[in-house]
């Protein structure tokens, strides 16, 4: 049987998911809650990560060790990369790559983990369709592209610029490959679906103020498309 975890790295991005839940039992690890149920018919795992990689990281192998999950599905809000975003877009994920990684003095290219063939982690090709069917049918506006993640907030147009060009990003964020690249080792299927809070420019920290709610819950609703026709 399937069990599905989802993540969110904070309290805006998971709290529909654990009020609509069913039979919820709260179980930590690491400091982390984990809080089992139902939700639209589905049995999950819901959790909040918290903010960065190393917290995303952990809390996906836990997942999958101790709550033996069948899929993975994160989701919350990210700065646009892409020029054509607008607060409120979804972004669904089609790999992750680490953008703060940086070997270059040894040859490697900015994002690329030295020793792997793997630095772009792709995600799960059905959950990616499940994700984009469920945008269609709610109307949302939606891009599949590259998440990039780094343990940084972005806020500065020059950075956007550079990381659309040189990683061809939809949109950047602070845990996504961190799930990505744990859950491909493990080899689990995951999505990262993002619905775009801010332009990561020099507005961002205003706009992330003002749009984190909302967008979670344009997420969220994306989530229980896909969870309800699962
Ligand atoms: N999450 C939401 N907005 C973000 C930004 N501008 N940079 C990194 N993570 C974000």
């Known amino acids: 049987a399937q069990t599905i ?4 790295a904070m309290d805006e991005e998971i709290e529909l998911l654990l009020s609509d839940m069913e039979n919820p039992v709260r179980t930590d690890y690491a400091g982390i ?4 149920g139902d939700v639209y018919g589905k049995h999950v795992v819901v959790c909040k990560s918290g903010v960065g990689k190393v917290n995303a990281a952990v809390t996906t192998q836990i997942l999958i060790e101790k709550f033996s999950v069948s ?6 809000v990210a700065g646009a990369v892409h020029p054509d975003l607008e607060i409120g877009d979804i972004v669904i994920s089609t790999a992750c790559i680490h953008h703060d990684i940086d070997v270059t003095p040894l040859g490697y290219k900015r994002g690329e983990i030295p ?8 995600a799960d090709t059905d959950l990616i369709k499940r994700a984009a069917e469920a945008c269609e049918e709610l109307s949302a506006r939606y891009i599949s592209g590259i998440v990039l993640s780094g343990d940084q907030f ?7 610029s550079r990381l659309h060009d040189e990683f061809q990003g939809a949109c950047a964020e602070m845990e996504g490959a961190a799930v990505a690249q744990v859950s491909f080792m493990n080899k689990i299927p995951y999505v990262i679906l993002r619905a775009m809070s801010d332009k990561a420019d020099g507005s961002a920290h205003v706009n ?3 749009f984190t709610v909302e967008s979670s819950q344009k997420s969220h609703r994306i989530v229980e ?3 309800v026709h699962m």
């Open 33 to 36: 809650t984990y809080t089992e």
């Open 115 to 122: 020793y792997q063939k793997t630095s772009a982690f792709p």
């Open 208 to 210: 992330f103020a003002e």
């Open 71 to 76: 899929h993975i599905i994160f989701t919350g």
């Open 225 to 227: 498309h896909i969870l």
């Open 154 to 160: 972005i806020a500065s147009k020059e950075v956007v």
């Open 5 to 8: 975890g989802l993540i969110g």
